[in-house]
């Protein structure tokens, strides 16, 4: 079976710092795997999404990830929080043709 | 460019009450799904629908009813609404078997 698991239910930065949301993945093959933004109100946004083409994925608005399959690991990461990056993040992966999201990282930007 | 649009954006039940949240897309996708969003518990799904004239159970089914009315349009039903109920709610779209899901705002149910 597939799950994922995001592994911070909140992380908070300073604008301007790195933000790193962390992601791991059970699976018994190579997956696919997404992470998406939903800002307050809002649907959800695809930021980046990972199909084996290539270990690192550059998304939107300077985001990317990297596929680790050895630590079974999609973190994302900035190098350079904005406020306007605040917001719930999940990380998906597609399970039977249905995309299973984790429960959600909320990330928010000091000032 | 509408995309994927949800109503109503926010209701208020009676528990037994009954009602339907509409969906539509215009961006001919032929999968489309229900999710229902709760603290610290991601999306789950509820129902999807692979193509036009098939529907599918997810994760959590029990309450609802879905129908795929059109290749537009997939509507969710709660027969006899319960405070479990209450949630926010979340119609989406794909055009392909994986890939991009496309989301609508959302609809926030309370159930009294």
């Known amino acids: 079976a597939q799950s994922v698991t995001q592994l911070d239910s909140h992380v908070s930065v300073s604008e301007g710092t790195p933000v790193l949301l962390r992601c791991n993945y059970s699976?018994?093959?190579?997956?696919?795997l997404f992470w998406y933004v939903q800002h307050p109100n809002k649907g959800l946004q695809l930021l980046l999404k990972y199909t084996s083409a290539a270990t690192l994925v550059k998304g939107i608005n300077g985001f990317e990830a990297e596929f680790k399959k050895s630590e079974t690991s999609f973190h994302l990461t900035k190098p350079s929080a904005h406020m306007s990056d605040a917001a719930e993040y999940f990380c998906?992966?597609?399970?039977?043709?249905?995309?299973?999201f984790g429960q959600g990282t909320e990330l928010s930007v000091k000032p | 460019n509408a995309g994927v649009t949800q109503t109503p954006k926010f209701q208020v039940l009676k528990t037994g009450q009954s009602m339907t949240l509409q969906c539509a897309q215009d961006m001919n996708h032929n999968s489309m799904y229900w999710y229902r969003q709760d603290p610290g518990m991601g999306l789950r799904l509820i129902y999807y629908s692979a193509s036009e004239g098939t529907t599918d159970k997810g994760e959590v089914p029990n309450g609802y009813n879905v129908s795929r009315l059109n290749k537009r349009e997939f509507s969710l039903r709660l027969e006899s609404a319960a405070p479990s109920q209450t949630s926010v709610y979340f119609c989406?779209?794909?055009?392909?078997?994986?890939?991009?899901?496309?989301f609508g705002e959302g609809s926030r149910l309370t159930v009294l």
């Open positions: 989406a779209s794909t055009g392909r078997d994986s890939g991009e899901l496309f």
């Open positions: 699976s018994s093959y190579s997956p696919s």
């Open positions: 998906v992966v597609i399970l039977a043709r249905k995309l299973i």
